[in-house]
């Protein structure tokens, strides 16, 4: 009798608790939330969760705070989230180098990309534009691919510097087309615009917001997207996919990731709320203002994604032998 009541005694704790650690997940958030943001103030990636902040601030009223750690090319940030309680109190704006610096890196990272995070959501994805000089005879994919091979190391693009994703998109369409064009590295997607705008590269990978006045007055000529979808700024602008090169992508973007071992329920709540904030029609209109498109993926499409992502540009760094970071 006494086994059979101290049995029934223990399920009854565990339900309870159980039901404890389910209300908590509902009540979520109860004090303030921290984004941290691995860049400076100021950027895409800071701008986006900016935004984001304030609209989950007005849903769940609490104070969520975005907490800028630059450096170490966002790895300082992103350790710190890795490190966090995985409570929910503290996320991650993720963006498109925590899938690039893993290959990059020629020491270990203090943190495993695959196991030490909780995914989410993808909030958006920005599409490069594939832009030349006017001087250059190739007013398609294909005729570029013609031309590339039929000089084979005499075309270049240009790019923001090694191992960024414009560099990564050049090397990932020589592979996928079977050319070779010389990577010229610039201190920065200004100077590589300009100097493609003054013909003194062939062709940039260039973000869709930079690039649209010269591709509207005709400084520059747009070939492809690098998105899987036309982008929404150049609708009528092919994708790469779609120009033969299947299944090429190769875009900026921005995620919500939580620390490992974040309660599902907990997950599932910020997932709903994000997802709701990104699919309205007023942060809709706004990304689509800055060239980019809004997702508010489920959490498995995301951590999918992020598997890709990671494997795709170990492979590319790996075949083209860049040298990143020490």
Not at 55 to 71: I, M, Y
Not at 131 to 154: C, D, Q, Y
Not at 188 to 215: C, E, K, Q, R
Request: glycine content about 8%; proline content about 8%; hydrophobic content about 45%.
């Amino acid at each position: 009798m006494e086994k059979w009541i101290f049995g029934r005694t223990v399920t009854s704790l565990a339900m309870v608790l159980l039901t404890a650690g389910s209300v908590d997940a509902q009540q979520y958030p109860t004090k303030a939330v921290r984004l941290i943001v691995p860049f400076a103030p100021g950027g895409s990636t800071d701008i986006i969760g900016r935004t984001v902040a304030q609209k989950l601030n007005e849903a769940w009223g609490q104070p969520v705070l975005v907490d800028n750690r630059p450096g170490g090319s966002t790895v300082i940030g992103t350790d710190l989230v890795a490190k966090a309680p995985p409570d929910g109190y503290m996320l991650l704006v993720t963006p498109a180098p925590f899938t690039i610096v893993p290959s990059l890196t020629t020491t270990k990272l203090p943190y495993d990309p695959a196991k030490d995070f909780e995914p989410i959501t993808l909030i958006n994805t920005t599409p490069l534009v594939v832009v030349v000089n006017p001087s250059v005879p190739a007013k398609s994919i294909k005729e570029l691919i013609a031309l590339a091979k039929s000089k084979p190391g005499k075309l270049n693009y240009g790019s923001s510097g090694s191992g960024g994703s414009n560099h990564l998109a050049g090397e990932l369409f020589n592979s996928m087309a079977g050319v070779k064009m010389v990577h010229i590295p610039y201190k920065g997607n200004a100077p590589a615009l300009t100097d493609l705008v003054g013909g003194h590269v062939d062709l940039v990978y260039n973000g869709l917001t930079s690039a649209m006045p010269f591709i509207k007055s005709g400084r520059l000529r747009a070939l492809a997207v690098t998105s899987l979808k036309r982008a929404g700024a150049l609708p009528d602008l092919p994708t790469l996919d779609e120009s033969g090169l299947k299944g090429f992508q190769a875009v900026a973007w921005n995620g919500l990731t939580a620390p490992a071992r974040t309660p599902k329920e907990v997950v599932a709540k910020i997932n709903a709320d994000v997802v709701k904030i990104v699919k309205s029609p007023e942060l809709i209109e706004r990304l689509k203002a800055d060239g980019s498109d809004p997702v508010g993926s489920a959490t498995a499409e995301y951590a999918a994604f992020l598997r890709d992502e990671i494997a795709k540009w170990r492979k590319v760094i790996a075949a083209a032998n860049i040298k990143g970071l020490q």
